[in-house]
Each structure stands twice: as structure tokens, then as C-alpha cells.
């Protein structure tokens, strides 16, 4: 919970109400928060007052975090049930969202099964990752998909952190055979070129250490990430 | 989301076990009279946040300099009608940082992990709100040491939960003193509110802001 709670407060956000529910699973945070939360004084100004800067004529953002304490489990049929739980509580009162992934080595083997895929294809209207993310080939052409970062700078960190990208067996149990997993790989290495820049900020496992920080001498840090939107959503009169 | 499914494997029940902790340390400050709102909460969170902020430790200019860049990214990479929608950030850890930095338009965020929440009631007891700033000033060297890009999770259950343990010493030794609440005050001057509790032999001060 303190990590949330600094969080909020060092992007601008007064907290305005917070509550846990009484089995300790959900946390209910209200917020509110002046200006639009990008300009250069919208956070990190660590202090007193940090979150109540900004000209007065600056509109009110208000916003809510439910963060849910909940493991997701192994097996198909219970997690079909938690999914459409999730479903309920996500879309309850939105069309769409824009899902994020990042840092979720341990579970993307669960996040590139089929099932799981096609649920957050169908509730999302945009979806932001790593290579722990959805499958690139998940995205058809009603998406707008663009990537940023090279795979073979990321295998190099992964190996300075000693984690095995090229373990073929540890989608074992979750039913995903090296055949698979090796496919995944693959179809990382071809969507993850370098054609696109880099990303200008150490994201998922991009190891700072190993690929030269942002003072360093080396080159500079990358990460993966892929980001996609609906086409659809832009020619609806959102506009870009 | 009540009636969420579990199943029996490890990491599941290590989460119940740590939720059951929290709600028997609630059970056990509850004879104490200590009953924040949600407001009272909230306040109390605004003002440790401030003062961890404000810490020596805090690597505020680092994470000053990754979060422009963020933001930046964001401002330029992402259609503004992307950052605009609700945000669900499965598998977060304690990451809202780069969901909120990324959307920050975002009406709501929606987060999910097998991870413990902790004790709100923390903000409002100073010997909590102390141990909470030592661990994050921790946690946070910690993730800047990886760029602010991933943590580790054990690192995350630390912060986590950093006071558990001093909840449960506090409130056993209040009742072994018999404490009771037996006058409460509370101003709401200027920035917030306090409270003190004293009882017949002990004398208590809890923070709201």
C-alpha cells in the first residue's frame, strides 16, 4: 500500500477517501487532482503541497484506483469464472479500457494462452506492454500497433540478470510445450527489430546495469514495449 | 469482487494467510477506539506521503528524471483518447507509477496482483508511519538499482506490508494496560485533523494529517 499511496501523491493526486474491505482484498482509493497531470510541475516536486500546486483555474481530474489483492488460478475452469468476474467489475460501467503489462515474466505464460488473449482483445480498446505482454500476432488489422526497442538488446539483459530467455520448458505448467514457447520467441525476435527507436526510459526488464544507464557510457537503456490501439477508436472523434 | 474463486496452490494461500493477518490486526485495535473514516484515512496517507517525499533517502531527483521522461513519452506516443480510458493493470506488483504516468487522463485503475495490501490504519500511527517510510526508502533504492523499470516480489511484500509485526506489538501491549479510550479530541484546523485518545493509564496520539 505505500507504494500506491506515494505514488499518487507524487503525481499530483490528493487523496480523498481510502478503504480497505473487510477480508483485506480491496483497496477503494478516491482522488482528485488540479491540471491535467503531464506538464512538467504535475509531480515530483516532492513536498508538502506537491499535489495541491497548479493555477487556479485548473480543472479538476478526479479519479479512482481498486486495487485488488487476488491470484489468478491454474486452472482453466476456475479461471474462466475469475475472468468473468473481472469482466463484470472492469467493463461494469466503461465500454472499453486500455489494459497494461509489464514486468510479468512470471506469468506470461498464462497471459499468451489463447483464452486469456481473446479476453483482453475483446475488452480492450488499447493495450500497452512488454514482451511479457499478449502475443504480437494477437493484434489484427483493426489495431494500430507500434513497437519500440530491439530484442536482441533485451536478451542481453536478461542474461545479465539471470534469467534464462531461452528456457523452453517453463510454460510446461501452463501447458505450453517448447514447440510453442519457442514460436513466442521467434515471433518476439521478428516484431521486436530496432526499426522503431528506442523507448527513452528503462521499461520491464531493461537492466539499467547492463545495458549502460542514462549517464552512462554504454549505449542507452531500452526495454520493449508495444503499444496498440483500435483503429476505431481514433475515427470515433477522439483524435490523436 | 467477492466470491473470487481461489485454488490451493501456494501462492494462493500465502495470500489468505497474509489477509487474515490484516484483519486480525484490525480485530485487535478495534477494542482500542480506533476507528478512522475513510476521510481520516486519506488525510493521514496524504501526509505520510508527504513526508517520505521530503526524506533524505527519497531518490526524488532519479525518479524525477524517469518519470519526465515517462510522461513525455506518453504526451507524444499515445493518442490522447488512449490516455484518457480506464486503465486495468493486471499482474501490477505495487507499480500504479507508470500506469498513472502512462494514463494520466485515466478516470479509474483497475489493479490485480497476488500481492498483500497492507494496513490503511498504518497512516495514522506514528510508530507505522515511521517503519513504512524506513521500508520504502529501501524499496525504492531497490527499483531505482533496476532503473525504476521492474522489482523483485519478495522486495514488494516487504513494502507491502512493512508493519504488520509493529501492529500487533502495539496493540498487545495497549491491551495489556488495560487501555481503554476515555476522551478524544480532534481539530480541524488549517490541512487537516488530530486525535488523541487517552486512557486511564496510557496516553495516545494518532495522526489524521
Redesign the interface.
Known sequence: MPPLVLSLRLMGHTIEQLHLSEDATHLHIRTNRSGDGTGPGASASAGAGAAEGGADAAPVHRSRVDYFSRTIALDPEVWATQLAMLRHTVLGEHGHVATFFKAAEGLKWAITRPTFMRWVLDVSAAVVQDETGLRPSGFDGGWVVRTFGNHSELARSYRCLGMDANNLNDGLRFGVGREEALALRMELHDTFQGGTRDLPFPFGYASVRCLGGPSGAGPPATGLMLTAWRSSLLSAGHGE | ?Q?????N?T??QD?LQS??R??HS?AQLSPLGLHPT??E???A??S???E???DRG?P?AA?????????????H????????????????????????????????????????????I??VIPECRAH?TK??IK?MAHWM???????Q?FK?NQ??V?ATQILHELSTRLLLTRSRPTRRRRSTSSGGARATARSSRTRRSWRWA
Open positions: 469482487m466470491n473470487w474463486p481461489i485454488s496452490d501462492l494462493t495470500l489477509q487474515q490484516m484483519r484490525y475513510g476521510e484515512l486519506a488525510a496517507a496524504n505520510w506521503a508527504d517520505a517525499l521530503r527519497f526524488a525518479l524525477r528524471g524517469h518519470l519526465a521522461a515517462v510522461r513525455d513519452f506518453s504526451n506516443r499515445l493518442p490522447r483518447a488512449v490516455t484518457r480510458l480506464p486503465v486495468l493493470y493486471p499482474f501490477c506488483g505495487v507499480d500504479l507509477m507508470h500506469a498513472l504516468a502512462l494514463f494520466p487522463h485515466a478516470p479509474r485503475y483497475v489493479m490485480l496482483a497476488g500481492l498483500p495490501l497492507g494496513d490503511p498504518c497512516f513504512m521500508m520504502l524499496f538499482w533496476n532503473g525504476f523499470a521492474w522489482t516480489t514488494m513494502v507491502s512493512p
